[in-house]
């Protein structure tokens, strides 16, 4: 799941010396409200509608604007994880795509970034979500699986981060098949694991970046 391969074609890139009026037009032709600019092959930031609304002049030239997201890009081979990661760090909706020359390939959208990685870790699957806290010479996912097994549940998907809590331990993120947790989070604490949440996950989200908020709180970064 590589960056590149989540590149949208059909959103283009502007020019420096493009006017704020053909970027509207392009906008309003794709359906989109930001745009990437790239200059000589490198990319330079995204301008928005309302940015050039504010500004209210359709003669003004793209260089002439102070664009955002500058450092919003990634490496081509990066994770699409990472897409969600520099998305989140710069508040935007569409990220840059660099080959290892620093040429721009195109851009990959939030939506369809969260879309494959929501798919790959079963995250729109209804279920609950079960958060531990361990030694990283505790982690087992077999040792896991078998408890939550014992109750009855598979686990759908696992994520590992580190404990912003404590630097000597990691957190591990289960989405089960139940939701229903009481069960199995007691008999996870029988076996002597440490869980510090739980909670159901919630679906039907109203928006992209509702999406995207409930991606990286699954995911906590």
Not at 136 to 158: C, F, G, H, P, Q
């Amino acid at each position: 799941m590589q960056a590149y391969e989540f590149i949208n074609n059909l959103i283009p890139p502007l020019k420096l010396t493009d006017r704020v009026g053909k970027a509207l037009a392009w906008m309003e032709e794709i359906r989109t409200d930001v745009l990437p600019v790239v200059h000589e092959g490198h990319f330079m930031g995204l301008v928005t509608d309302e940015m050039i609304y504010e500004i209210n002049d359709p003669n003004l030239t793209i260089q002439e604007m102070d664009l955002i997201s500058t450092g919003g890009f990634v490496q081509m081979d990066r994770h699409i994880y990472e897409v969600l990661r520099v998305s989140s760090e710069h508040h935007a909706n569409m990220i840059a795509v660099l080959d290892k020359d620093q040429v721009y390939q195109g851009v990959v959208t939030v939506e369809d970034a969260i879309t494959a990685f929501t798919d790959s870790i079963s995250i729109q699957s209804q279920g609950g979500v079960l958060i531990l806290s361990m030694f990283m010479t505790d982690y087992s996912l077999y040792d896991i699986a078998r408890i939550v097994e014992s109750e009855n549940a598979k686990i759908l998907s696992s994520f590992i981060s580190s404990d912003p809590l404590d630097d000597s331990k990691i957190k591990v993120t289960l989405k089960l098949d139940q939701t229903e947790l009481r069960h199995i989070k007691a008999t996870m604490e029988r076996f002597g694991y440490k869980v510090i949440d739980h909670y159901q996950e919630e679906i039907g989200l109203s928006s992209e970046q509702d999406r995207l908020g409930n991606l990286l709180r699954f995911l906590d970064i």
